[in-house]
């Protein structure tokens, strides 16, 4: 990789988060001395002038598209409108000026949200059109599996060579802790951690814990994006992630013994449980580009748990 990177100049949107910063570290650790990552007060993607400028001020030769606006099955809910739209604009005016700018390489990241709600487990790139996603996140997956059709258009009629990678739920140390936008891991620790902290007897939780889940660390997703931006120039997405499916229920009793908490999980039904299954089928990443994941899920959920524990204080002040 250092040889690919070192002479690039590489534009990270999205660079500041969660998995951005950590692209953002394993790019420096291959060589690449030339990464710019816009910040949203200085450029709202959503607006076309901010693109432009993004592009005047980073002349990048690859942009890896890693932005988004996302939470958790609350936020869906609550933010439909606004993610369908935010996403489905950043993308599409992204890869548009990058088209006219005669980019090199443009890697977006879409989301396994655009799958169909009842694919065939595991879930295998050809099956991405085959039904309508799950409906708490149907707006915001359909926005971001757009990429993949413009990108797709854009590579038969310009020859653009822009990719689609399509990641599994991501977590790791830095993730987002706050409890209205946060995906299932981050909320299930915090949750576990201040009840503990609290001597509460019980945590409840969203759902009956039936549905199944692929989770990916979040290193292993920095690698993925970087070795499909060095081999992959296909047209065809790519899943991204482990292959292994655990259920919710059974994520909550780890999580639970990774931090201690001995108290009961209870489970509100009433509340919605999404997507009934996922997993993906990870073949075409490690035939492509030679991509496999590398960290198993306690290991993982061990780094997350302590990460958040260190830092519990901080992001409590910043939630405030």
Known sequence: MTSFFSNKRVVVTGGAGFLGSVVVTQLREHGCRSIWVPRSQDYDLVQMDAV?????????????????????????????????????????????????????????????????????VPFREEDLWAGYPEETNAPYGLAKKMMLVQAQAYRQQYGFNAIVLFPVNLYGPGDNFDMQTSHVIPALIRKCVEAQAKGEKQVVLWGDGSPTREFLYVDDAARAILLAAEHYNGDEPVNIGTGEEVTIQDLAHLIADEVGFEGKLVWDTTKPNGQPRRCLDTRRAKELFGFEASCGLRRGMNNTVQWFQANRQAIREAHL
Do not use: S, W
Not at 84 to 104: A, C, H, K, S, V
């Open 52 to 120: 432009q400028r993004l592009y005047d001020d980073g002349e990048p030769d690859i942009v890896l598209h890693l932005a988004a606006r996302v939470g958790g099955i609350g936020a869906n809910q609550a933010n439909a409108g606004r993610f369908f739209y935010d996403n489905l604009m950043m993308g599409t005016q992204l890869m548009e000026i990058g088209r006219q700018r005669r980019l090199e390489k443009f890697v977006a990241l879409a989301t396994i949200c655009a799958y169909p709600k009842y694919t065939p």
